[in-house]
C-alpha cells in the first residue's frame, strides 16, 4: 500500500538553529513529491516539486532533496515567520488518474 | 498569477439548510479539486474534475454535490449536513489531472454545521 510518513510530528526551534524535516515514502511509480507549506486556517501553499532521486531546489532558507526512499526539508538559519505545518506529498501510479498522497505533516516552532 | 480564490471564507449553516460554496482559478488549469480537513490532519481528497467532467469522487456522501460549470469555476453544493462535516473544504487546481503537476490551494471555507 502506498504511504507517505512525515518526522518529527512536531519540530520547536530557536531562532537561527538549522534543522531538517523528514518525509519518507513507499510507493508505486513515484511521479513527482511536493512540499507546502501550511499557516493555521489557511491553504497549503505550494514550495517545490522534485521529480527524481538527486534533485535539490533551493527557496531562501529552504532546500529540498529527494533520495529513493526519502525526502528532506532543510531549513537554514531560520525565522519565527518560517512558523507553520509542513506538508510532503506524493504523487504516484502509474495509470491516468494516479492521486496525490499526502503526509501528516510536520509542525514547526520557531522561537525568536 | 497562481491565485485559486474561494468563498465564502466562513459558512454557518444548520442541519436542513442548503449553502454552496465557490471556487475559481484563471491561471488555464484543466484539473481542480474539493479537499476537506480537519484540525491537525492533512487535507482528504473528496473529488476531482478534469476537463470539466468528474473523474474522481471518493465515496463522498450524496449530501456533498460538486458541479463545474466551465473551466474557471467549481461548485461544491451542500445539502442535509451532518456536525461532523465541519472542517475547512479547501479548493486546487493543476494544468492537468495526471502527470506530475503541483496543486494551487485556495485559502479555504471554514464550514461549520450547527
Known amino acids: 500500500e502506498d504511504q507517505v510518513t512525515q518526522s518529527p510530528e512536531a519540530l520547536r526551534l530557536q531562532e537561527g538553529e538549522s534543522s531538517s524535516l523528514n518525509c519518507s515514502y513507499t510507493?508505486?511509480?513515484?511521479?513527482?513529491l511536493f512540499w507546502y507549506r501550511q499557516d493555521p486556517g489557511k491553504g497549503p501553499e505550494f514550495l517545490f516539486t522534485?521529480?527524481?532521486a538527486g534533485e535539490e531546489k533551493e527557496k531562501e532558507r529552504l532546500k529540498a532533496t529527494l533520495t529513493k526512499k526519502e525526502s528532506f526539508l532543510h531549513i537554514t538559519a531560520p525565522k519565527p515567520e518560517d512558523s507553520a505545518t509542513y506538508l510532503c506529498?506524493?504523487?504516484?501510479?502509474?495509470?491516468?488518474?494516479?492521486?496525490?498522497?499526502f503526509g501528516s505533516g510536520t509542525r514547526l516552532s520557531i522561537r525568536p | 498569477d497562481t491565485e485559486v480564490t474561494q468563498t465564502p471564507k466562513h459558512l454557518v449553516m444548520g442541519m436542513t439548510n442548503k449553502k454552496s460554496l465557490k471556487c475559481e482559478q484563471h491561471?488555464?488549469?484543466?484539473?481542480m479539486y474539493w479537499y476537506k480537513q480537519k484540525a491537525k490532519k492533512p487535507p482528504e481528497l473528496m473529488f476531482v474534475?478534469?476537463?470539466?467532467?468528474?473523474?474522481i469522487n471518493e465515496s463522498v456522501p450524496s449530501r456533498f454535490s460538486p458541479e463545474c460549470p466551465n473551466s474557471s469555476l467549481l461548485n461544491l453544493h451542500l445539502h442535509a449536513l451532518q456536525p461532523e462535516d465541519s472542517a475547512l473544504y479547501l479548493c486546487?487546481?493543476?494544468?492537468?489531472?495526471?502527470?506530475?503537476?503541483?496543486?494551487?490551494f485556495g485559502p479555504g471555507t471554514r464550514l461549520t454545521v450547527t
Open positions: 486546487a487546481s493543476s494544468q492537468r489531472e495526471w502527470g506530475s503537476y503541483e496543486q494551487y
Open positions: 510507493v508505486s511509480g513515484l511521479r513527482g
Open positions: 522534485l521529480y527524481s
Open positions: 506529498a506524493v504523487q504516484a501510479g502509474y495509470s491516468s488518474a494516479s492521486k496525490i498522497i
Open positions: 491561471m488555464g488549469h484543466r484539473a
Open positions: 474534475y478534469s476537463y470539466e467532467k468528474l473523474s
